[in-house]
């Protein structure tokens, strides 16, 4: 099988050094090749019953004589892609061996006594010396400028792309700097920063045509039709892994019906994925469930280049529409899960990213800025939400709802981080926007007219802030209605200011509402139902030892 870390053709030239009898190349892609080479071997070695009569008997011919001869031999099958019917040609014999690349994970490789010695990607160190003894073969290593390990990271230690691009370095004399640059441009196709001129290892194949190399059979195997749509959405996403129950989403699902105009159920999803992972074109491990379906980062790069510019923009909204539907909420006993949708929510903005502000933001990119302040990262969260700002008035407009509503999360984003003065601004800001708009009592469902009252407790104001949060949440309750989720918020918060000013009474019956009413609408355990219920405890503690909180409460504490 594939041996060590050596090429094929490395191994096949020193077996002719060493002095073995007979080196055969096959190219084993088809059978029919197989069959042409051993019979034209056949008649070359004088094996028995060779006549070239019938190519395929003068092919067992030669499959009698290896098996019985005292010269030594070593036949390549290069490529091999169809396991049963590679089967019946593997020769066999005392004297001799048989090395079989492949880019088939599958148990009917190693049958028959077979080994497979894996060959993944170069090691770190690995990389950085091929880069760097390959250069000073050409007394280039200067080039390098002492980046070697950060080029072959960029390459994914793929050896197939760091022998284009030593080549392209020495060739034009660019230094690793400049070509990371191009790396880095998405208007730089793989044939131009890998070309076949720079196959200088005799791989045989331009880079995207070698990383793509099975697609073809991947996409003609059971269950048929569903390998090249399935590529194409795991090429959009973070080549570190996603999620295997990604797959399991209505969305996803649904796009794979229509791509096999049948209805698609997640057990093909996974069995696509599978015949994916055989194919060596991405990689499925069970072991790693937020990160099971991962994708070298240059055959993703191969596949978003070869798939048709009119699929671009359902494939991302579509990837966009299931990261979104795997959300966990609420997230704090799923922050593995949330760092990873997080990963992948970058990477498909990087990849796709014009499309997902079609008319409005795709609502995965507030989620994804949203979920930093869950996670505690309120400077990478603050970071966030200024590109976002950026994009939403380049694409949409510095006054479309999307870029007021980023604006304020951007102010929730100052208030984490103790800029309360800037927080009131662009909340101040919003709020006159949306009043001028539409009205006070706009229920406007892209900014949270609750935050400016927050934001006024933050810098001491309490008396503002009450007078706020009455008025915001009487608006919510003639717009709204009681019942609403942002009127239960707006009354938790009204219940603290009140307790700030000293109305504790009113606090308290305003927080026994909000926490009854959490209850109800978001469930005992939601987070804003929990928040309400500590906010209430409070109250009580204000209050006085002689206040005894409902049984409801208690039995929480």
Known sequence: MLFARVTAPVLATEACSDGTDLVVWVPAAEVQ???????????????????????????????????TTSRSWLVVLNDVTDPDGVGPWWPAGPNGWVLATSRFHDARMTGGNRTRIDVDLYTPDEAVAYLETRLAGEAATHLLEGRA??????????????????????????????????????????????????????????????????????????????????????????????????????????????AAGREVAWSESRSALRVLHRYHLLAYDSRTPCQQIRIHALTARATRETTPVTEQPGLVTTAADALLKSWPDPEQHHRELAATLRANTDALHLNGGRHLWNGAAHPLLFRS?????????????????????????????????????????????????GRYADALVLHEQ?????????????????????????????????????????????????????????????????????????????????????MADGERILGPHHPATSRARDRLAATYLSLGAGTRMPRSTQSRH
């Open 430 to 514: 919003a709020l006159d926007h949306v009043t001028r708009t539409h009205g006070p009592d706009h229920p406007d469902n892209t900014w949270r007219p609750e935050q400016p009252p927050t934001t006024y407790r933050d810098l001491g104001r309490h008396q503002e802030a009450a007078d706020l949060a009455e008025q915001v949440l009487a608006g919510y309750e003639r717009t709204l209605g009681p019942d609403h989720p942002d009127t239960f918020r707006a009354r938790a918060n009204l219940a603290v200011s009140y307790d700030n000013v000293g109305r504790h009474d009113e606090a308290r019956a305003l927080g026994e509402q909000a």
């Open 369 to 417: 800025a949203i979920s930093l302040h869950h996670a505690g990262l309120y400077r990478t969260a603050h970071d966030q939400w200024h590109e976002i700002i950026r994009l939403a008035a380049e694409f949409l407009g510095p006054d479309h709802p999307d870029t007021h509503y980023a604006r304020t999360n951007l102010a929730n984003s100052y208030s984490r981080l």
């Open 33 to 67: 090749q197989i069959v042409t080479l051993y019979a034209r071997t056949a008649r070359l070695v004088r094996a028995p019953g060779a006549d070239g009569a019938d190519p395929e008997a003068d092919a067992h011919a030669f499959l009698a004589w290896a098996a």
């Open 149 to 258: 390990a950060e080029l072959a990271h960029a390459l994914g230690r793929l050896p197939l792309a760091l022998a284009h691009a030593a080549a392209c370095l020495i060739n034009e004399d660019l230094t690793a700097g400049e070509y990371l640059q191009r790396l880095e441009d998405s208007g730089q196709l793989l044939e131009q920063l890998l070309p076949g001129w720079a196959d200088t290892e005799q791989y045989g194949r331009g880079a995207a045509a070698a990383l793509l190399l099975s697609l073809d059979a991947a996409h003609h195997t059971e269950p048929a039709g569903l390998a090249e749509p399935v590529l194409r959405i795991a090429a959009l996403l973070d080549p570190a892994g996603h999620p295997g129950t990604l797959w399991q989403t209505p969305t996803l699902l649904g796009h794979l019906s229509e």
